[in-house]
């Protein structure tokens, strides 16, 4: 029996699997379609809020002929038991394992999305949620963003730093800036787009305030990767620095794992993107996930100007998650 795949990391694709994840992503956008619907059944289960994950996840389905179900754990199900062992006499009224259990058996594809809950750092980086499902489910799982890592945008990002700046990424500068932002966030997505720029062989500078470091594993993986890709890896705590010579910009603000919940000191407000740091660059064009806090994270005028690329990222999270689905379902595993 095939081994089952399961897609929790941006590690979690060889590089000749990822080259063809992100050209069949390309073909899908441009207006190819399979020959055949694929018909399979996919569902995506979140257990925090969305809008781009959400409504790309289904619209890549549909562009492959799939359906798609959504279902939000805090509304549309039974409270959630995530400790397979407990003595269930409490609120909780369905666990997990049965929960993945029956989930895998109406889905051929499943995507879960799983924020850190606030425990311990060791713990949460263990992605407990999305490796119940992995475990449990019998079918494959795609992370939409868990503690660790938000693959599926990276592979956005990758995309759009392919449309901007060719085919070939090996030696493009891309910086990736700490913003200042209320709240503590997750560190998902800057670890992600670090190991994907690294795997891409990008030039990346990793800027940061002291005391907001990447997990020293993901950190260490980024390295490796880029050793293998031809790729730089270098970390320092001055913006300017930072920014010199940069063609694209990640900006994002992380918290700090062993703070959970811990927002960054006012004093930090100055770690934003505005026109004085854009103009540090080398007319980079500027990046983020989105959701942005705009005048804060990144100045409105970036945003709402054609140096941005935030609008193309979200729209490639289409493209690529149906580039990565159609890997999945045919090459990845049989169609349910
Ligand atoms: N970038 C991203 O994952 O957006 P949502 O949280 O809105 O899905």
Known sequence: MAMMRHFLSPLDVTPDERNWILRRALELKAGARPPQPLAARVGSLFFNPSLRTRVSWEQAAGVLGCSCQTLNAGADMWTMEMDPHAVMDGA???????????LGRYFGLLGVRAFPQGKPWEE???EPILNAFAERSGTSIVSLEGAMHHPCQSLADHLTLKESFGDNLKGSKVALMWAWHPKSLPLAVPH??????????CDLTIVHPEGWDLDAEVLAQ???????SGGEVRVCHEVEDGLKGAKAVYVKSWGR?????????????SWTFGEDQWAQTDEARVMHCLPVRRNVEIASSLLDSDRSLT??????????????????????????
């Open 92 to 102: 909780t009224v369905e666990c997990i394992s049965d929960a993945a259990g029956v």
């Open 124 to 126: 949460e980086k263990t």
């Open 192 to 201: 992600s787009f670090a190991l994907q720029a690294a795997l891409a062989g």
């Open 222 to 228: 980024t390295r490796e990767a880029a050793q293998e």
């Open 257 to 269: 794992p062993q703070l959970p919940g811990e927002p960054a000191p006012p004093e930090l407000r």
């Open 311 to 336: 609008l193309d990222e979200a729209e490639n999270r289409l493209w690529a998650q149906a580039g990565l689905m159609e890997f999945l379902l045919t090459q990845g595993r049989g169609v349910k």
